[in-house]
């Protein structure tokens, strides 16, 4: 069955270092991987998306990759801040089953910048 | 612009009960989801619609049911509330895939207890 996997549940990190996430898939050939933002009781937040043809993606202090050989993603917040504390969801779009294409969501990762 | 507006914010329903949620996007988009997000887990996807009048199942449908009349809502109907539906259910609503942009924006969500 398809999966998504976001390396880990937490992530702590001194501020000004750069954070990395991961997301790794099995079983998928996605169209296109986003990702995405949550703070607590609150709905997710887009930040960027990368398609399959694309290698990587800035914006600001964030930059994305996508490795379609190695089923990855990485996600880089460099001179991370004590703001960036939150959860950040790994989002894929690509075929579910025969005929569906759906947005499907990993678990996430807490990101936690000390001062 | 509203977004993504999502009603009620909380409910607290018995078992065996039924109850709607809301959820309308001022966006004109034309896909429209739902997700339940259960803690320390990702996002489900419960449905989605393609426009007004098509909608199909996503990978936890059961137990729910929705309608899409209006390009504007998309109601999410529990029709024998089970403890199994306690969860923060969202609402989002994006630009169909394959647009420039394909974001999704999220509503706040509703926080449902079955008790």
């Not at chain 1, 270092?17 to 790794?24: F, G, H, S, Y």
């Not at chain 1, 991987?33 to 398609?51: H, K």
């Not at chain 1, 930059?63 to 089923?71: A, R, S």
């Given at each position: 069955s398809q999966k998504i996997e976001q390396n880990s549940e937490a992530l702590n990190i001194q501020e000004g270092k750069t954070a990395t996430l991961t997301c790794n898939y099995t079983n998928y050939s996605p169209a296109y991987l986003q990702w995405y933002r949550q703070d607590p009781g609150r709905g997710p937040v887009f930040l960027l998306l990368i398609r399959e043809n694309e290698k990587e993606k800035r914006k600001e202090r964030l930059k994305v990759t996508f490795d379609t050989t190695l089923k990855q993603s990485l996600f880089h917040i460099t001179?991370?801040?004590?703001?960036?504390s939150a959860t950040y969801l790994c989002a894929l779009f690509g075929l579910f089953r025969a005929g569906s294409y759906q947005l499907t969501f990993g678990k996430g990762t807490k990101l936690s910048v000390i001062p | 612009n509203a977004g993504v507006t999502q009603t009620p914010k909380f409910r607290i329903l018995k078992i065996g009960q039924s109850m709607t949620l809301q959820c309308a996007q001022d966006?004109?988009?034309?896909y429209m989801y739902w997700y339940r997000q259960d803690p320390g887990m990702g996002l489900k996807l419960i449905y989605y619609s393609v426009g007004a009048g098509i909608t199909d199942k996503g990978e936890v449908p059961n137990g729910y049911n929705v309608s899409r009349s209006t390009t504007e809502d998309f109601p999410l109907r529990l029709e024998l509330a089970a403890p199994s539906q306690t969860s923060v259910y969202f609402c989002a609503s994006s630009y169909p895939?394959?647009?420039?942009n394909t974001e999704a924006f999220f509503g706040q969500g509703t926080r449902l207890t079955v008790v």
């Amino acid at each position: 069955s398809q999966k998504i996997e976001q390396n880990s549940e937490a992530l702590n990190i001194q501020e000004g270092k750069t954070a990395t996430l991961t997301c790794n898939y099995t079983n998928y050939s996605p169209a296109y991987l986003q990702w995405y933002r949550q703070d607590p009781g609150r709905g997710p937040v887009f930040l960027l998306l990368i398609r399959e043809n694309e290698k990587e993606k800035r914006k600001e202090r964030l930059k994305v990759t996508f490795d379609t050989t190695l089923k990855q993603s990485l996600f880089h917040i460099t001179a991370s801040q004590p703001a960036d504390s939150a959860t950040y969801l790994c989002a894929l779009f690509g075929l579910f089953r025969a005929g569906s294409y759906q947005l499907t969501f990993g678990k996430g990762t807490k990101l936690s910048v000390i001062p | 612009n509203a977004g993504v507006t999502q009603t009620p914010k909380f409910r607290i329903l018995k078992i065996g009960q039924s109850m709607t949620l809301q959820c309308a996007q001022d966006m004109n988009h034309n896909y429209m989801y739902w997700y339940r997000q259960d803690p320390g887990m990702g996002l489900k996807l419960i449905y989605y619609s393609v426009g007004a009048g098509i909608t199909d199942k996503g990978e936890v449908p059961n137990g729910y049911n929705v309608s899409r009349s209006t390009t504007e809502d998309f109601p999410l109907r529990l029709e024998l509330a089970a403890p199994s539906q306690t969860s923060v259910y969202f609402c989002a609503s994006s630009y169909p895939w394959g647009s420039e942009n394909t974001e999704a924006f999220f509503g706040q969500g509703t926080r449902l207890t079955v008790v």
